[in-house]
C-alpha cells in the first residue's frame, strides 16, 4: 500500500479554504457563512465516526454486524426519500414507500455483486459489502426520491386531467399512465446522463480512490464500470418500483383518485 | 324476495330481452339508497329511464359533491343500482362509462378534440352545430363554449345510460343552448337517463319531468313539472 498518510495537520490546512470562503461570505454579505461552517463541521464529524464504525466493523466481520449496518443504511437512505418529497403520503406509507421501492433492488443486486461477480471470501466482506451498497444506495435515493417528488407534484396538479380522463372509462393505470412515465424519466435521466459523461467529463469517486490508493488504473476502471452498471440498474428499478407502487397508493379500490392521501410538508 | 329478485336480474343481466321485460316491470333505471358522503348523510334518489331531473340548490349546497359521488369519483357510502344491478358488481371504469358525469370544468388533455374520443367511432358534430372538421381542431383553439358543447359529446358517444350535467350550458349563448338540450332530449327518448344541474328555474322547468332541490344536506322533490 503506497497510500501517503494525512496527518491533522494537512486536514486543519483544507479546513482553513473552508474558513476563508466564510470569511469572503461575510465579507459580501451572502448569510451563507453559517450553514457553511456547521455543514462543513457536520461533515467532518461525520465521517469520523463512520470511520470508526468501518473500522469496528472490519475487525468483526460477522454476517450478523454486517446485517445490522445495511439495515441501518436502508432506514436512513429510506428517510432521506421522504424528506425530499413536499407532499408525500400521510402515515406509515410516507416512509414505507421510500424505503421500500429501495429495499427490494438494492437486495437483490448487492447479493448478485457479492456472491456471483465479486465474490469476495467470505461473500460478505466488509471491505467490498459496505462501500458497494454505500453507492447503491446513495445513487437509488435520488432517483427513488425525485421519482416520487415529480409523480405527487403532477398528479396534484393535474386532477382535473386525472379525473377527466376517469370520467371517460379510463382505467386508473390508463388514466396516470402518462404522469408514471414522466415521474419515472425524471428519476432515471441523472444516472443515465452521468453514464454518458463518466470518464470525459467527471473522474468518478470510486475509481479516482482506488487509483490514490495504488491500484492500477485499469483495474480501477473495471471496477468503476462494473459499478456504474449496478448502480444504473438499481436506480432504475428502484425508481420504476416506487413510482408504480406510489400511483397505485394514489387511487383506492373504487379506482378514485385519493389526494387526501397525501399531505404537503411546509 | 326483493334480494332474489336482484340476483335473478343480475344473472339474466346480459341478456337484453330479460332487461326489457325488467323494465316493464319499472325496475329502476337508477336507484339511490341511503347514500352518504361527508357532506350529506342519507340521500334517497330514482331516476326512471327517459327521464330528466333537474337538481337545484344554493351554491355550495352540495349538488357537483352529489353527482361526484353518483360517478364513484370521491369516497361515498350507500347503495347504488343500474337497472337493478348494484355498482359493486361493475368494475368502476364500466360504472363510469354507464353513469356518465360532465363536469361543470371539463378537462382537456391531448392536443387536438379527436385525441378525447374513440377511434375508429364515426361522431356527427351538427348535431351540436359544429362543423366535421372540429375533431381536427387544437383545443387550445376553441371556445369555452364549443368546449362545453364537445365535452357533451365525447361523453354521449360512449353511450352511457345515465348522464350527470353539471351547469352544462352555462358557457353558452342562446342557439347552442337550445342544441345541447335537444342532443339531450333525443339522449332522453333513447331510453337514457339525465340529471341535470342547473340555476336557471326557466331551464329546469323546461327540459325535466322532476324537479329536486338540495337543501343542507337534503333532498327534496320540489314539483312535478308540466313538461
Known sequence: MNLVNLSALDLGLASALILALAAMSLWLSLGLERTLLINALRMTVQLLLVGLVLKVLFAHASLLWIALGAGFMLLVAGREVMARQQRRFSGAWGYGLGTLALTVPSLAIILLALVVLVRPVPWYEPQYAIPMFGMLLGNSMSGVAVGLDRLMQAAWQQRNVIEGQLLLGQTWDQAISELRHEAARAGMIPIINSMAAAGVVSLPGMMTGQILAGSPPTEAVKYQILIMFLIAANTGFATLGGVWLGSKRLFDERERLRLDRLRKVT | ?227
Open chain 2, 1 to 227: 324476495m326483493r334480494g332474489a329478485f336482484r340476483r335473478l336480474v343480475s344473472f339474466l343481466r346480459d341478456n337484453k330481452a330479460v332487461l326489457i321485460v325488467c323494465r316493464l316491470k319499472s325496475v329502476m333505471l337508477l336507484e339511490v339508497r341511503a347514500l352518504q358522503t361527508e357532506i350529506f348523510s342519507h340521500i334517497d334518489l330514482e331516476l326512471e329511464a327517459s327521464e330528466c331531473v333537474a337538481l337545484t340548490g344554493p351554491s355550495g349546497s352540495g349538488k357537483t359533491v352529489l353527482l361526484r359521488a353518483l360517478a364513484d369519483l370521491d369516497p361515498n357510502q350507500g347503495d347504488v343500482f343500474l337497472e337493478g344491478v348494484s355498482r359493486q358488481r361493475f368494475s368502476p371504469s364500466i360504472w363510469r362509462l354507464k353513469v356518465a358525469m360532465v363536469p361543470a370544468e371539463p378537462a382537456w388533455w391531448g392536443l387536438r378534440v379527436r385525441d378525447h374520443f374513440p377511434k375508429d367511432e364515426v361522431i356527427s358534430m351538427q348535431l351540436l352545430g359544429l362543423p366535421e372538421k372540429a375533431l381536427d381542431w387544437e383545443v387550445a383553439r376553441c371556445s369555452s363554449g364549443e368546449r362545453q358543447r364537445l365535452a357533451i359529446l365525447r361523453a354521449l358517444v360512449r353511450k352511457p345510460s345515465v348522464l350527470l350535467l353539471d351547469e352544462p350550458t352555462a358557457n353558452l349563448d342562446g342557439s347552442n343552448r337550445e342544441r345541447v338540450e335537444t342532443l339531450i332530449a333525443s339522449f332522453r327518448h333513447a331510453g337514457g337517463g339525465v340529471i341535470w344541474v342547473t340555476h336557471d328555474e326557466v331551464q329546469a322547468e323546461r327540459v325535466a319531468q322532476r324537479r329536486l332541490q338540495l337543501e343542507a344536506g337534503m333532498l327534496r322533490e320540489t314539483k312535478k313539472s308540466a313538461a
